[in-house]
């Protein structure tokens, strides 16, 4: 204990010199300093996803203290405050409570849902609203916490919108479904097979592997015994690609299609020219259709000087949901402005944002895309609203799979 | 230099100095978390109940790998075994809300039976099969919490379970703010209070069993089996019973995680939290009770320390090198390598063990 | 019956590449009575240093197998030094501690290992180059590919490489001798050290194949393969009688067939109760079973326990 408490005291040591210089410089008096959480993954291995969500949030914060904004009479300047989560439930939690202990007046993240669900709690206690960009699992927002926001479609609507997609546009009947077993892929793929079910389809198949595995040959020769028009993957890319090699080296026909865990480069990399035709889903609009998506996109490479990975849009929306909503109620309280965070109609780079009573979206978009020649390309967008699934055809759409 | 060392020895040795320790000690357990909290933030309170919830872990291990010698590589599903015991039983997923105070010996019972049902029928192996067949037994614990989703929904598979009841001592509720004499406890607080009296309630345990008849007749068997047997203990029961203690510590910090977190999934139980708590017992020294704690801080506050090399190297070459949590396992490693080779006792040896080693190199 | 010849020769391809892995740990077990357990650690490490050397070699124009055969020539004696290495810094210093001390450092080489080749390579999963011909036949309904075939010849050929030095040449007589004791075949002047490190040696050469026949069959390579694909080939050399050469080759062969019938058809014969999800369970579980009913596996011959 001794021990402990003498590195502890070296420790504080070195976060007071480090901390000491981020410290904006003493305020004027007219002026008010608001403090944005943000918590990812800073380390590991989705830093980079995690850097790009912080990026993301970096430059709305940014851009909201150059542009001046008053509430309550004061010039608001805020500050960041992000913190490494390194993906890890136990270590959201501690981050949670540092960031609690700030006092932040408002929260982007976490990225995984995993470690956001957990967090969600604390933050809730200390009365601070969050908004996720990037946590998919429903559950973050059906624990009844009216603090907890998402600016992305959750799995539910993907999962319907995956499976409407399979049995109404790639016209698949037969259709067997493989999963990772991580909170991701297996809570995607159940989602997908309801949608499936409902759409008239038929589930030839379900099976298993792990997110650490590589041969798959065992259960893809079981699912060739099935004969499926369509075989569907939730899991990541790391999975995916050997898996895709092994489908088409057995000699398995069906159309793969899988969520937004595959819509990378590294896919195709894995996969190699096996990855051709493959189908992906992505929640949101593609950049290029977002309504200031290519304004952000330069604004993001001139700033950070490389591209967007993931989730950077989600997170810059985020962060400026909650700044309207402090305008809209003229405070920067968490408490004075959370009523008004559930009435957003915001239109940002990544859609036109409305909450749902739990705190979802209310009308989340997928959009789907597709290897050609190497490269993912966009095949269509769906809307998540229900019945009137407004169909935004592409170009590209016109060709179908062979 | 030797004289003061003398003079402390004897000093070590009269009951008030020994009473006094207790107090000092005492106090400053106490004291601790307010400390920290004023000093570092809560962030670090948190910290500090898992640190206790690791040593408690590691006392446990430490039973089996240290007192006994019986290398587990699995110890995590002990404690999944009572994290999820506990989830299940109060939490929304049966709608059952058993108290708590049925919930901890239940943990510990049932972990226990775990413990027996591993050991059973794998004690009579040798060291290094007994190591892969718990690694396995661990992995296997993991994949069916895993995979019982389907086709009846018992631990919601790789989702989790989350909305787990807080602690609750009747209408105290651990997760709650508190008002008592005056001082404001907070949640992390609480909890802490909580965790050092069981800390506290395992150590004193873990003391009795080391000097009692099993606590010898273990020793006797780590340090040779067969002479063991021939003294006439009866090595199967008396391994048996330290796999069972051992696992009941396991199930008892996994219940007290679980409802500290309010959220548990398979993925916090994995092979690397086995080492990690291996590691810390090795670290500290192998069957000995304060070296073992050692061991459990030291390593409980490594990833925190590591955070700042982040920034201290961003400092030193402008920008990182390596990721300093790549770091972690890489530093647990090479203590494990290097401790076993120039200090085989551990950092905070038990005499004895010291004396063993000693014996052992000189063979 | 097409489907289950095709699981046929997956199990038979997979069990190969686990038998190869566990010729490995054979070999180290048989003669120090050490589970070796960097030695999935060397076989990740043998795939890396490969895939490295092909991925700078693929500028060249030579054909596919030339500049996957050099990635391999390089691969080896960097395992080799490895292994020797290893074996020298982290296991001869306690060959006389109490037996859990090297136990813990093979774990603690083992975590190293991993790391150092996730600092070097990183945590992505590396693309294997499409070098070699992806030529797949069709019997009786199912598919096999070349890659298969030169996999499942190359394990046996290296087995019976392997029998033939352990049973006919100078040094397998020396390896016999120390298996069965090391202070005799010290005074029989078999100088015990160097037929320790061969055996490392040796195995680690094994290693380096077995690693880039992994990464060239599943078309890649990651610092984690190591760890999983070790403890299953560790089962299969249990399975077949750890210190049995032939025992490896047959407790690999028999586990590939098992994992690849078990996660095909566990599903339909339990009425979907369990499914391909129990997959990893059933090396865990044929080796418990295994330890339990018949600890000198399949192949082995009953050995009193050594101190």
């Known amino acids: 204990m001794k021990l402990s408490g003498r590195l502890s005291l070296s420790l504080t040591a070195i976060i007071l010199v480090l901390s000491g210089c981020k410290e904006p410089s003493l305020l004027k008096a007219d002026e008010q300093l608001v403090k944005i959480g943000h918590a990812a993954p800073l380390t590991g291995t989705q830093a980079h996803i995690g850097k790009d969500n912080e990026n993301g949030v970096r430059l709305a914060i940014e851009e909201a203290n150059s542009a001046g904004i008053t509430i309550g009479g004061k010039k608001i300047i805020f500050q960041l405050l992000s913190e490494d989560d390194q993906a890890d439930p136990k270590n959201g939690t501690i981050v949670a409570h540092k960031l609690a202990d700030a006092e932040i007046n408002g929260m982007i993240g976490h990225l995984n849902s995993g470690t956001t669900i957990p967090a969600s709690r604390v933050y809730h206690d200390a009365g601070i609203p969050q908004i996720s960009p990037s946590a998919t699992n429903p559950r973050y927002t059906q624990q009844g916490f009216k603090s907890a926001f998402r600016t992305m479609a959750n799995d539910e609507q993907q999962g319907r919108l995956l499976g409407q997609f399979a049995t109404k546009h790639l016209l698949a009947k037969r259709i067997a479904i493989i999963d990772d077993r991580t909170a991701y892929g297996q809570g995607l793929a159940d989602e997908f097979e309801k949608s499936v079910k409902s759409n008239g389809g038929i589930i030839v198949a379900r099976e298993f592997t792990t997110d650490k595995s590589t041969d798959f040959r065992a259960i893809l020769t079981a699912i060739k015994g099935n004969q499926p028009d369509l075989l569907f993957f939730g899991g990541m890319d790391p999975q995916g690609g050997p898996l895709m090699r092994q489908v088409r080296s057995l000699g398995i026909t069906a159309q793969f299609l899988s969520g937004d865990g595959l819509y990378t480069p590294e896919f195709i990399k894995l996969a190699g020219v096996s990855s051709e035709g493959a189908y992906s889903s992505l929640p949101g609009v593609p950049l290029e259709k977002m309504p200031n998506g290519l304004a952000f996109r330069d604004k993001y490479r001139a700033k950070y000087n490389r591209d967007i990975q993931l989730y950077a849009p989600f997170c810059y929306d985020a962060v400026n949901i909650m700044i309207e909503a402090m305008k809209r109620a003229d405070s920067v309280k968490p408490e004075k402005y959370l009523p008004e965070l559930v009435k957003t109609d915001y239109s940002g780079v990544t859609a036109r944002i409305m909450f749902d009573e739990r705190g979802d979206l209310k009308a989340g978009a997928i959009t789907f895309y597709r290897v050609r020649n190497g490269k993912w390309e966009v095949a269509e967008t769906l809307s998540s609203t229900p019945l009137q699934s407004s169909l935004t055809e592409t170009q590209s759409d016109k060709k179908k799979p062979e | ?363 | 019956m097409d489907i289950f010849l095709q699981q046929i020769i997956n199990g038979l391809v997979l069990g190969s590449i686990y038998a190869l892995v566990a010729l490995g740990y054979t070999m180290v077990y048989g003669i120090l009575g050490l589970i070796n357990f960097a030695h999935g650690e060397i076989v990740m490490i043998g795939a890396m240093i490969s895939l490295a050397a092909i991925q700078a070699m693929t500028g060249f124009a030579l054909p596919g197998p030339v500049i996957v055969l050099m990635g391999l020539l390089i691969a080896i004696p960097a395992c080799m030094l490895l292994g020797y290495g290893i074996e020298r810094v982290a296991y001869r210093p306690l060959r006389r501690a109490p037996r859990l001390a090297p136990l813990i450092t093979a774990i603690g080489v083992s975590i190293v290992l991993q790391n150092i080749a996730m600092i070097i390579w990183g945590r992505q999963y590396i693309a294997f180059p499409p070098l070699l011909p992806e030529d797949t036949y069709t019997i009786a309904g199912a598919s096999i590919t070349l890659l298969q075939i030169f996999i499942f010849l190359l394990a046996t050929a290296i087995m019976a490489g392997l029998i033939f030095l352990v049973q006919k040449t100078r040094l397998g007589r020396t390896m016999r001798a120390t298996a069965q004791n090391p202070e005799v075949a010290g005074l029989m002047g078999v100088n015990v050290n160097n037929v320790i490190s061969s055996t490392f040696i040796i195995g680690s050469a094994l290693a380096a194949v077995a690693g880039l026949m992994v990464s060239a069959y599943y078309g890649l390579a990651h610092y984690y393969m190591g760890f999983l694909l070790g403890l299953k080939a560790f089962s299969a050399a249990v399975l077949g009688g750890i210190g049995n050469l032939g025992g490896a080759m047959l407790g690999g062969l028999l586990l590939g067939v098992i994992e690849s019938l078990g996660a095909g058809y566990i599903g339909p014969l339990t009425g979907g109760v369990l499914g391909s999800h129990y997959q990893d369970v059933f090396a865990f579980f044929v080796l418990i079973l295994v330890l339990i009913f018949r600890p000198s596996g399949l192949l082995g011959e009953r050995t009193s326990e050594r101190p």
């Open chain 2, 1 to 363: 230099m030797n004289d003061l060392l003398t003079h402390w020895r004897k000093f070590k040795r009269e009951p008030y100095a020994v009473w006094l320790g207790f107090a000092l000690i005492g106090f400053a357990l106490v004291l601790l978390p307010f400390a920290t909290d004023a000093a570092m933030g809560r962030s670090w309170v948190r910290i500090l109940d898992h640190t206790l919830l690791y040593i408690m872990l590691a006392l446990g291990l430490n039973i089996v790998v240290g007192f006994a010698g019986l290398l587990d590589l699995g110890y995590v599903a002990f404690f999944a075994v009572g994290a999820y015991l506990y989830a299940l039983l109060a939490s929304p997923q049966f709608g059952l809300h058993l108290p708590f105070w049925t919930l901890l010996p239940l943990g510990a019972l049932v972990a226990c039976m775990f413990g027996v049902l591993l050991g059973a029928p794998t004690l009579r192996l040798r060291g290094d099969y007994l190591a892969i067949v718990t690694l396995g037994f661990g992995e296997i614990i993991r994949i069916f919490l895993n995979n019982l989703n389907a086709p009846v929904n018992i631990t919601n598979g790789p989702q989790g379970l989350n909305m787990i009841d807080p602690i609750m001592l009747g209408d105290f509720s651990f997760s709650r703010t508190q008002q008592i004499l005056g001082i404001t406890f907070s949640s992390v607080h609480n909890y802490y209070y909580l965790f050092l009296a069981l800390t506290l309630l395992i150590i004193f345990i873990s003391i009795r069993l080391e000097n009692s008849r099993i606590g010898r007749a273990w020793v006797a068997i780590r340090e040779d089996e067969v002479a063991a047997q021939a003294m006439g203990i009866n090595t199967r029961n008396v391994k048996l019973l330290a796999f069972a203690m051992g696992a009941s510590f396991g199930g008892v910090s996994g219940g007290l995680f679980a409802g500290f977190q309010g959220f548990v999934s398979p993925e916090s139980f994995h092979l690397t939290e086995s080492i990690m708590v291996l590691c810390m017992v090795v670290l500290g020294g192998m069957g000995h009770i304060p070296g073992v704690i050692l061991g459990a801080v030291l390593l409980s506050v490594l990833p925190e320390a590591l955070r700042y090399i982040g920034p201290l190297e961003e400092a030193l070459f402008g920008r990182v090198i390596v990721d300093p949590s790549d770091l972690r396992l890489l530093i647990l490693g090479l203590a494990m390598v290097l401790i076993m080779l120039l200090r085989p006792a551990g950092l905070w040896p038990s005499p004895v063990q010291r004396r063993e080693f000693a014996h052992h190199d000189k063979s």
